[in-house]
């Protein structure tokens, strides 16, 4: 190869973004390519850690990426996001990478070396700049692989999720911001940042102020967390092209797209949203992928403590690798050429379960699953089927009767901001080192933050209401969005609810307290019932209508188990945590136990809707 690096890329504004180029060795002058672009903050000449297979596990070099893209002739370019490693500016997170994608584009789109057609690629925030810059229609861009991220809404999913905050922004900063060139280059700052007590802060989060949060010796990186956690209300400010695609669907790049991303990561709402809504636009083709993964892990055939088969990976299944399969796209529709085959149906994913249910050789639960091919998604055959939540615990496809042993039902639970239910699982990323994403029983243990001695089940917290359906008689699979309906009450002016979808394993000799694992989550603030744009707060004793926007999964609830739905008000340090006051969020001068209600008779049918697909004919 050619490398031509640290070009110095010059952007609206002024600031220059460091850029290294990748082209064929010996190309003459007149040489024109198509042109792969990755915007990343991670680092240009950073190993990558998306660029691993399942044969070997140890992450190539963006250098060796563009090698392998370049021997195809392709000309790679890789680029610092704007106040990251060797690029200049301040580091806004997520809002500047609308307009330095634009932009470096339109530069692309005047070098010598490219043909005139641009595709994207890259995992997480390496995703989230390929929709910034769809967003606004950059120029040349033709095809882009979309991995784990691309925020359709971050207000609903990666920043924000009904109304709360996603903690794992302050752990992603705290990790990026000892990577940053300020922090490398002062080792007394480094040294101050390297050393708190993270485990420490995360018991007070509610006394997090500017000046006084694990982020405070990083000003740039505390200003955007206390910035995303205390914007509430959905305006403007969340409309930015690089935090909200679906409000630019209309004007998004014209591209061949793949939307790939897992039931165990943060963004599977982002990936079916993108892909339903950019068909709806005529845009596309559009792919979307689902695996059964963690963030970024598609050559793993676990996430967490859950084994789903050799079948689960990318790998083998889909393509021959994650490298193969992207370089299958690029050279169908980057380079235009029709005697490639388009690699992909509309829509692979992959329904969990049909497992043994044992224990496997590593420790894990086998819980199995298999890919399947679809046409459309949501899937066209799916029923939506309602289970109430009854009083004695139950999940029944009856609803509350009239009868007056049913009249004015409710459950009651004292919620206290201080003592939170743990996150155990579900779709995380950069939580670590306080919380981890994947399936897990739901039971507390010494691997889980906010966990004590003797470490009982969620269950048997009594902040924690569980309803369940009998035994199932046969199987049922679940695929698409999960959705709860409750009606409420609380004596507080704000507090949260949350929702789990858990399937239950009955006990055997590997699990003699059966297996609880969980699927789906989900949470809404109060005083975010009625509006996104104008939240209001409770009046207290008043009932009220909710609805719990769940995130999407695809399981198969094997015959003998059962689904489980468990109901509270926090889930945490998956997301900050309601103080119950109705202060301003991120601002809580102090916090109040409160008293939630969940009512459960004939006129107040607390219910979870799930997606069942009918049993399907074998296919030849």
């Known amino acids: 190869m050619t490398v031509l690096r640290d070009i110095m890329v010059l952007m609206r504004d002024g600031v220059q973004l460091a850029t290294d180029v990748y082209l064929p060795a010996g190309a003459a002058a007149t040489d024109t390519f198509p042109v792969i672009l990755e915007r990343t903050p991670y680092g240009k000449n950073q190993p ?21 893209f370049v021997a195809q002739g392709y000309a790679v370019v ?50 989230h700049t390929q929709a910034a810059l769809g967003s606004l229609g950059a120029p ?54 390297s050393s708190i007590d993270l485990d420490d802060w995360f018991t007070r989060t509610t006394e997090w102020k500017p000046g006084n949060s694990p982020l405070s010796s990083v000003p740039e990186y505390e200003a ?19 935090l909200y695609a679906e409000g630019y669907y209309p004007q998004f790049c014209n591209a061949a797209m ?55 990976t ?41 497992g043994s249910g044992k224990k496997n050789a590593a420790g894990r639960l086998d819980h199995g699953g298999r890919w399947r091919s679809e046409q459309q998604w949501p899937l066209p055959d799916a029923q939506a089927q309602v289970w109430y939540l009854r009083r004695e615990g139950a999940l029944s496809t009856t609803a509350p009767g009239p009868a007056s042993k049913e009249s004015d039902a409710f459950l009651a639970y004292r919620y206290d901001p201080l003592n939170p239910v743990p996150t155990i699982g579900g779709a995380v990323t950069s939580g670590e080192p306080l919380m981890f994403g994947g399936a897990f029983d739901q039971c507390e243990g010494p691997g889980v933050f906010g966990a004590t001695l003797p ?13 369940q359906t009998p035994v199932l008689t046969q199987d049922v699979e679940v695929t698409g969005d999960i959705s709860v309906k409750l009606w409420i009450s609380s004596d507080c002016l704000d507090t949260d609810f949350t929702f789990k979808l858990i399937d239950v394993y009955p006990p055997s000799a590997d699990y003699p307290n059966g297996y609880a694992m969980n699927l789906s989550h989900g949470i809404l603030r109060a005083r975010y019932r009625n509006s996104w744009e104008a939240p209001a707060l409770m009046i207290p004793g008043a009932v009220y209508e909710i609805n719990i926007d769940g995130f999407p999964t695809s399981n198969l609830f094997q015959k003998g188990h059962r689904i489980r739905l468990d109901i509270s008000s926090s889930n945490f340090p998956h997301f900050d945590c309601n103080p119950n006051t109705g202060e301003p969020e991120g601002a809580a001068t102090h916090t109040r136990v409160a008293t939630n209600r969940i009512y459960l008779d004939a006129t107040r049918p607390s219910q979870i809707v799930l997606p069942v697909i009918p049993a399907r004919k074998p296919t030849a």
């Open 48 to 68: 990558s850690r998306a660029e691993r297979n399942a044969i070997n596990e140890t992450p190539l070099a963006r250098a060796e990426v563009a090698a392998y």
């Open 78 to 127: 890789y680029q610092d996001c704007r106040g990251r490693y060797q690029s200049g500016g301040s580091f806004v997170k997520y809002t500047s990478d609308s307009d330095d994608g634009y932009d470096t584009c339109a530069w692309i789109l005047t070098q010598a070396w490219c043909n005139g057609r641009i595709g994207t690629k890259g995992l997480s925030y390496a995703a």
């Open 140 to 193: 040349g861009v033709v095809a882009m692989f979309l991995d784990s991220g691309g925020f359709s809404n971050a207000f609903q999913g990666g920043i924000r999720q009904g109304g709360a905050f996603e903690l794992k922004q302050a752990t992603w900063a705290w990790r990026q911001a000892l990577e940053s060139r300020e922090l490398q280059e002062d080792p007394e700052r480094f040294a101050a940042l």
């Open 224 to 242: 955007y967390m206390f910035e995303q956690w205390r914007h509430g209300e959905f305006d403007d400010y969340w409309m930015q092209p690089g």
């Open 258 to 312: 793949v939307h790939m991303s897992s039931w165990f990561d943060p963004y599977p709402r982002t990936a079916t949203t993108n892909y339903s809504g950019l068909i709806k636009a005529g845009k596309g083709p559009v792919r979307l992928i689902l695996g059964p993964w963690t963030h970024g892990n598609r050559s793993i055939t676990y996430a967490g403590d859950v084994d789903f088969g050799t079948a689960a």
């Open 314 to 354: 990318l790998d083998g299944q889909l393509a021959r690798d994650y490298l193969s399969l992207r370089l299958q796209w690029f050279d169908r529709w980057l380079k235009n050429d029709a005697t490639v085959p388009d690699p992909l149906p509309p829509v692979s994913l992959f329904v969990m379960g049909g």
């Open 455 to 467: 470490y009982y089940p969620l269950a048997m917290r009594a902040d924690v209401l569980v309803f």
